[in-house]
């Protein structure tokens, strides 16, 4: 047991701590970027899908909520949902380079090395 838990455990850190910077970085990016955007009295959001299911507590107003929005992005939780509201409220382009990049970096790039 010890042989396999020596060899995951090195490996599982450098992911979390790598995974847990990109958290903090991309949630203090979205604080900035649509903290305060996302409202329950926005005739915009509540148009399409986003406001239709309720989704106003996936915001980036506060930096609680950035983390979970963060992670359902990152599991492609409807993640077309929270694009969707975040397009329009803060621009289709800002928006949809904003949860690319964090789905390319978070998802694709950190990954287990190959020989585990």
Not at 26 to 43: A, C, N
Not at 67 to 91: D, K, P
Request: proline share 3%.
């Amino acid at each position: 047991m010890t042989g396999v838990y020596g060899a995951v455990l090195p490996e599982f850190l450098s992911m979390a701590s790598t995974l847990i910077v990109l958290f903090f970085l991309f949630g203090l990016l979205g604080v900035q970027l649509f903290g305060g955007l996302i409202r329950t009295d926005s005739k915009a959001l509540a148009q399409i899908d986003f406001g239709e299911l309720g989704y106003y507590a996936n915001s980036m107003n506060y930096f609680g909520s950035a983390g979970v929005t963060l992670f359902e992005l990152m599991v492609l939780n409807n993640w077309q949902v929270i694009e969707e509201g975040y397009a329009i409220v803060g621009g289709p382009v800002l928006a949809r380079l904003y949860v690319v990049s964090f789905y390319i970096l978070a998802v694709v790039l950190v990954r287990p090395k190959e020989s585990l």
